[in-house]
């Protein structure tokens, strides 16, 4: 089989390797879709400081399983299935509390051990989500991007009450917004954004008013309007993000932050406490697997709408580099297998 391989940071090859036998309670997918994440590139270029090399990339992937591993019925053999790529332990304490996404020996599927990037994986059984046949191959592989949007927002409970502010309008930002608008009926949805073109694909998909933050001080240009947002999600994650959003949160705002920049920034305990402010933060994702494939079946988001190319696998470096230097007319970029 074909695999796209970093064999160390900036060496990508499409690799042969054996078709892998599905362990006891894994099963085997023949991939047919994969989505290209900020994280597939980071370990490309060497700055995911998880990774281990060799590593076959690719924590979105979508396909059918052909062969199951000992203690998997037979029948489900043919599903067609999203893989979550979260493997944890199930017994640790972060297991215990439901969220398997910090689990003590946390695997994340394409760094930690090899990913979707390839004709064939093999995962844990309970890792297979099936997909309804109403959800297209390529809904299908947008299923993990939207379960990080489910996890913020499970954990920050959006209602009718709240104007929620949005940083960034990438993948993330855009996700939340459709989940925000689509599922939770938020009041209004503001979203901030460097570049023009990512804030039209927000307005897209359901923002209310979108402001370029480039040049303008966002606090002021928010009180200006008369707007303290109730909640706000950094989706972009620039250090320079908490400390702004504290200060131009609405008191009892929640405030939820997905970055991982391990550089410090300057907040003060007076700034969160006065407004009794409730800051979340959010990896990956807990079990919500079941939760978008619901919000797909029924409608409730658009992931076609984030989808701007797709290449076939042959074509990873090319693909990579356009999702990397073109933000402004790339979003999601989907290898097809
Ligand atoms: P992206 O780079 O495509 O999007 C980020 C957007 O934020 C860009 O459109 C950029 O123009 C904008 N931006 C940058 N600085 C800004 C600022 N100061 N104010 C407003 N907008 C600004 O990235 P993507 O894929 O949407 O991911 C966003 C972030 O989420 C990344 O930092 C990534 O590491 C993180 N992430 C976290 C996950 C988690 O589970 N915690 C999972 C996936 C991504
Ligand atoms: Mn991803
Ligand atoms: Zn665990």
Same mark, same amino acid.
């Given at each position: 089989?074909?695999? #796209? ?11 042969? %390797? ?11 997918? %023949? ?11 980071? @370990?490309?270029?060497? *700055?995911?400081?998880? &990774?281990?090399?060799? %590593? ?24 067609? #299935?999203?893989?979550?790529?979260? #493997?944890?332990?199930? *017994? ?19 760094? *930690? %051990? ?10 844990? &059984? ?9 959800? &297209? $191959? ?47 009926? #938020? ?8 570049? $023009? ?81 409730? @800051? ?21 988001? &658009? ?35």
């Amino acid at each position: 089989m074909k695999s #796209v391989v970093i064999q160390e940071p900036e060496k990508l090859v499409i690799e042969e %390797r054996p078709i892998p036998q599905p362990l006891p309670g894994e099963v085997r997918l %023949r991939v047919e879709s994969a989505g290209i994440c900020g994280s597939d590139v980071h @370990i490309y270029r060497g *700055h995911n400081p998880f &990774a281990k090399y060799p %590593r076959v990339i690719g924590h979105e992937f979508f396909g059918r399983i052909d062969a199951v591993g000992e203690g998997v019925e037979s029948s489900r053999i043919g599903e067609r #299935v999203v893989g979550d790529p979260v #493997v944890s332990c199930g *017994h640790c304490y972060p297991c215990s509390v439901g969220k398997p996404n910090v689990c003590t020996s946390l695997q994340v599927i394409g760094v *930690h %051990r090899d990913g979707g990037f390839s004709e064939y994986i093999t995962l844990p &059984a309970r890792n297979a989500h099936v997909v309804p046949d109403s959800i &297209a $191959d390529r809904e299908a592989t947008m299923i993990e991007p939207f379960t990080i949007a489910a996890n913020i927002c499970s954990q920050m409970n959006p209602g009718p009450l709240d104007v929620a502010l949005v940083y960034g309008a990438g993948p993330m930002g855009l996700t939340t917004i459709q989940a925000l608008r689509g599922v939770y009926g #938020v009041k209004e949805i503001i979203v901030a954004d460097r570049l $023009d073109e990512r804030l039209a694909m927000a307005k897209e998909s359901g923002a209310d008013r979108i402001i370029n933050n480039t040049d303008i001080d966002l606090a002021s240009e928010l009180s200006k309007l008369g707007i303290r947002p109730t909640l706000i999600v950094d989706a972009a994650c620039h250090v320079s993000i908490l400390p702004e959003a504290i200060g131009l949160a609405s008191p009892a705002a929640r405030i939820g932050i997905m970055g991982f920049s391990s550089e410090p920034c300057m907040i003060s305990q007076q700034g969160i406490t006065s407004k009794e402010l409730t @800051i979340y933060s959010s990896r990956l994702n807990s079990n919500r697997f079941p939760m978008v494939i619901d919000w797909m079946v029924k409608g409730k988001i &658009a992931p076609e709408k984030l989808i701007t190319h797709q290449f076939d696998y042959t074509h990873v470096i090319n693909a990579m580099e356009i999702f990397e230097k073109d933000p402004k007319t790339c979003c999601k970029v989907l290898l097809k297998f």
